[in-house]
């Protein structure tokens, strides 16, 4: 018996593939792999386990954001008390301050915060304005003026509002100072209090780090390595603590207040609603009795398949109902004998149309119509679904109209069928 040691035709450079064929002189031939094959084999998913490897990187990434947040220190403020009118303007000395890219202030006072929303009224007469001038007290300005609008009555609560200057294309290496300068344009004393910070770090860089986390983020995404929720968190811990390396990073109670509950609490009582309606069968049944009106006619039962998904998406999430919906117009489509995939575009495309036409039929409506300031101007649920409503209903009138023409003019009356 002679053995003869000759590589697999299929042998590769990986050490996976890595098997040698042992031939007897009787022919008999026997297949054994390497001890490095084997090896690897035995102990690849032991020491380079993906899953264990992505919640170690991810952890890591967490912790790091938690520490840098709550580590890093905050960028010094300086205060000052004063009190300004129309015949007293204030100058501050911000020499100092002007060796980084931009200067941010935080001004505390009876500001109206609502009043560029508004229409004219006695209120938008009283304003303060603030920019930086080369002399005190002047009323020349080098930078923007920021006009920050007051309320007469001195009853009103204190409002913060913070006010940024672009300083990157000033001269600073002259040999005179810088001053802020504050002017008011009534008779009367305003209570001023101001913090004044520095930033080590132009806009352009916070801009290029906002770009390589959204890019990130959509990596996340795209590839499915974490669910996207979790992507969305841990990006927006990754932009807290950038803004907190850079000395920008908010406190906890300004994180705390940013979280708008009253749209978060109303997108969970819609997805609860979804899930009931799901488990109760009510898209199922409704499909069907869709199926059963259209009696094997295929655009009857498209166009009525639209119709109940536009007029659900109106008051439902439409992402969720159409989650919901796939897989019953699969299977109605096939009983049919017709393409899925043309009734399901344009199930799609009537789902954006009816939840465009109500304040709650898409998150980012949500978001407008709880806007503050979109409050102000005086829209709410019924406003604003009055202005779109009518638009929507005539997209979803022509809608099914344009979408048919444009699949006969394709594909000939017999488009979607799959024989």
């Known amino acids: 018996m002679e053995l003869v040691d ?18 007897f002189s009787d022919g008999t031939i026997l297949k054994s792999q390497s001890l490095f094959a084997a090896f690897c084999e035995s102990n690849w998913k032991k020491y380079f ?31 000052h008390f004063f009190a300004v009118n129309s015949n007293a ?106 913090e004044m910070q520095d930033s080590g770090a132009s806009g352009h860089i916070e801009v290029l780090c906002a770009i390589i986390i959204l890019l990130f983020l959509y990596f996340l995404i795209i590839t499915e390595i974490v669910h996207r929720t979790v ?66 006619n295929e655009w009857l039962l498209m166009l009525l398949l639209c119709v109940f998904a536009a007029a659900t998406s109106a008051f439902l999430d439409n992402v969720t109902t159409m989650l919901l919906m796939t897989p019953v117009t699969i299977r109605l489509s096939g009983a049919l004998k017709i393409d899925a995939k043309y009734v399901l575009i344009a199930e799609v495309l009537m789902s954006n149309i009816g939840g465009a036409a109500t304040a709650i039929g898409d998150p980012p409506n949500v978001l407008i119509v709880s806007n503050r300031q979109v409050q102000l101007l005086g829209v709410d649920f019924m406003s604003f679904t009055k202005r779109m409503f009518f638009g929507s209903m005539a997209c979803a009138v022509m809608g099914p109209v344009s979408y048919r023409y444009t699949i006969l003019s394709q594909r000939g009356p017999n488009v979607g069928r799959s024989y």
């Open 89 to 194: 303007p204030y100058s501050i000395n911000v020499t100092d301050k002007m060796n980084c890219g931009y200067m941010e202030i935080n001004l505390l006072g009876s500001f109206h915060l609502d009043a560029e929303y508004l229409s004219h009224s006695e209120e938008l007469d009283s304003y303060i304005e603030v920019f930086l001038t080369i002399s005190p007290l002047s009323n020349k300005s080098i930078t923007s003026r920021k006009r920050i609008y007051i309320y007469n009555d001195r009853n009103n609560s204190v409002e913060r509002i913070s006010r940024h200057f672009d300083i990157s294309n000033i001269n600073k290496t002259a040999s005179h100072d810088f001053f802020l300068t504050i002017i008011s344009n009534i008779e009367k004393n305003v209570a001023l209090e101001i």
């Open 6 to 23: 000759m590589p697999a035709d299929n042998e590769n450079t990986n050490c996976a593939s890595k098997d040698r064929h042992v031939s």
């Open 231 to 296: 992507a969305a968190l841990l990006c927006a811990l990754l932009a807290i603590a950038t803004l907190s390396y850079l000395k920008e990073g908010p406190t906890l109670e300004e994180v705390i207040e940013w979280i708008d509950w009253e749209t978060l609490l109303l997108l969970t009582g819609m997805m609860l609603l979804v899930a009931i309606f799901a488990d109760s069968g009510f898209f199922d049944v409704s499909a069907i009795t869709a199926y059963k009106i259209a009696r094997g």
């Open 49 to 79: 386990n993906l899953k264990k490897i992505k919640i170690v990187v991810l952890s890591t990434i967490c912790i790091s954001a938690a520490i840098i947040f709550f580590v890093m220190e905050k960028s010094k403020e300086t205060d």
